[in-house]
């Protein structure tokens, strides 16, 4: 007969420690996967704010300048080739950004001043303004001018 003095095991405490370690690592590799998987998605992140964010300027008899302004919420600066559409009424614009400008992290500034591509400027009635980063933000504007 097997004597139940003589078999050796481990002890309750030690077992607690043991699953402890195994629950503290598999949280910690958890955090590492999802925070470089989650880190794109808010690194290059704007809004526009709600009264006042979108505007026309008049420039001159029935002639419009249709300005965006936005705020960077988040990470990263913004410069202005992490903006992947930026149209007004479904053509390409350019930044006011350019190649060098950049938005920093919490701050606010202009993205769009545009005369809608034409000469004297935007006609009077509505214009569409998309923008869209890569991180995945998307904004779908309507502005009157006139």
């Keep these: 007969m097997l004597n139940m003095k003589t078999k050796k095991g481990i002890t309750p ?4 420690i043991i699953l402890l370690g195994i629950t503290v ?10 925070s470089g998987y989650l880190g794109g998605y808010t690194e290059k992140v704007f809004e526009i704010p709600f009264n006042g964010g ?6 001159g008899a029935s002639n419009w300048t249709v300005r965006v302004f ?4 988040g990470t990263t600066a913004l410069v202005g080739s992490d903006f992947s559409l930026v149209e007004i009424d479904g053509s390409t614009v350019s930044t006011v950004l350019g190649a060098s400008g950049t938005i920093s992290a919490g701050s606010a500034g202009f993205l769009i001043d545009n005369n809608c591509g034409g000469g004297g400027g935007c006609s009077v009635g509505a214009h569409t303004i998309d923008i869209a980063t890569e991180s995945g933000t998307i904004k779908h504007e309507v502005v009157y001018c006139g």
């Design 13 to 16: 405490i030690i077992s607690i």
């Design 25 to 34: 690592a598999l949280a910690g590799l958890a955090w590492s996967v999802l």
């Design 54 to 59: 979108v505007y026309c300027l008049e420039n």
């Design 70 to 73: 936005v705020r960077n919420v």
